[in-house]
């Protein structure tokens, strides 16, 4: 059954009216326990900002409820025009406001895959090659785009010997601050700023399609909420047989509400012409693996800024993943 739209804003009140009890509830429960074990730092930081942080921990817990309950009994189906996504969900809360904007975070290349060496091998691998293609599909100057897949490698990779179009510590120790390689995989997707080659403009073009796991591995992408922007990853995570126009028309295709399922996508006239061994089906899914929240807690003391995480656990149930503040 379709819910209408008056009975889904009716819904929508009773799961925001239960939803700001939880927030509160556990703000006030979190405040007993870990007030407890943090009095110390607690003790230092004013009452507003205190209060602000409390405010801050029982979104992070709401946020986790807020996403199982929307997505409850739709499998963890979520389509582009899902309210989820497109709306905000707002929580008054006695001193102040607490706003969630959930966005996808499924459908992008995980710069930990890039394959170094001979030994990363694995399905869930990233061959430079396909990066570098990723990476020219999104705009970028085919040079550029060489440079951009050498650098990031030698950024990570143990040696410091630089590749072809690659950059190591005596590119690194004659900058203004010089630092060198840290011979590790990344940690986060800002120090992509620090390597040779990703300035402002480039990192804009291709930010749509990367993030960074501490894992080596993707989460399948979700082929109903993928957006335009996004369809130089599907070349590169489905199959290269797809050109990035190719891909674009498929993602434009999209019936409304969205493909059914996998199988559905498969059978497109432009998917169904290419061979099985060259397709990754596995990278598919019309469920979202992992979905990510932008939280503001705004009181009359300031505002404070979260980006949380939230992942798909066996059980279907999402949890939080991790969360740090945001500038501004
Ligand atoms: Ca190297």
Same mark, same amino acid.
Do not use: W
């Given at each position: 059954m379709i819910p209408g739209r008056a009975s889904s804003r009716e819904d929508g009140a009773t799961l925001l009216s239960v939803l700001l009890l939880i927030v509160l509830m556990s703000t006030a429960a979190l405040a007993a326990t870990d007030a407890l074990a943090r009095s110390v730092s607690v003790a230092r930081v004013s009452d507003g900002r205190a209060d602000s942080f409390w405010a801050a921990r029982g979104a992070l817990s709401v946020g986790e409820a807020v996403l199982n309950e929307m997505l409850a009994g739709r499998?963890?189906?979520?389509? %582009?025009?899902?309210a989820l996504l497109r709306e905000p969900v707002v929580f008054p809360y006695p001193r102040g406001t607490i706003v969630v904007r959930f966005r996808e975070a499924? $459908?992008?290349? $995980?710069? $930990?895959?890039?394959?170094?060496?001979?030994?990363?091998?694995? %399905?869930s691998m990233t061959e430079p090659d396909r990066l570098r293609q990723m990476f020219e599909d999104a705009g970028l100057f085919s040079n550029d785009a060489r440079e951009l897949v050498d650098t990031l490698a030698d950024w990570m990779d143990e040696n410091t010997s630089p590749r072809a179009f690659g950059a190591e510590d005596a590119v690194y120790s004659q900058r203004d601050v010089p630092h060198r #390689?840290?011979?590790?995989?990344?940690?986060?997707?800002?120090?992509?700023? #620090?390597?040779?080659?990703?300035?402002p403009v480039k990192l804009a073009a291709l930010d749509p399609m990367l993030c960074v796991r501490d894992k080596s591995e993707n989460v399948p992408l979700n082929i109903n909420t993928?957006?335009?922007?996004?369809?130089p990853l599907l070349t590169a995570? !489905?199959?290269?047989?797809?050109t990035r126009a190719d891909a674009e028309r498929l993602i434009e295709s999209r019936p409304e509400g969205g493909w059914l399922n996998v199988e559905e996508f498969l059978l497109s006239e432009r998917v169904a012409i290419i061979t099985p061994d060259k397709r $990754?089906? !596995?990278?598919?899914?019309?469920?979202?693996g992992r979905i990510a929240a932008d939280i503001t807690v705004q009181s009359d003391t300031g505002t404070l800024r979260i980006a949380a995480e939230f992942e798909r656990g066996s059980d279907g149930q999402f949890v939080l993943n991790g969360s740090h503040r945001r500038p501004g």
């Open positions: 499998g963890s189906k979520l389509t %582009v025009d899902a499924s $459908n992008c290349l $995980n710069l $930990n895959t890039l394959i170094l060496g001979d030994t990363d091998e694995g %399905v #390689a840290p011979g590790q995989r990344l940690i986060s997707l800002t120090e992509l700023r #620090a390597i040779k080659g990703y300035d993928l957006t335009d922007a996004q369809a995570r !489905f199959s290269s047989q797809l $990754n089906d !596995f990278e598919l899914s019309t469920e979202s």
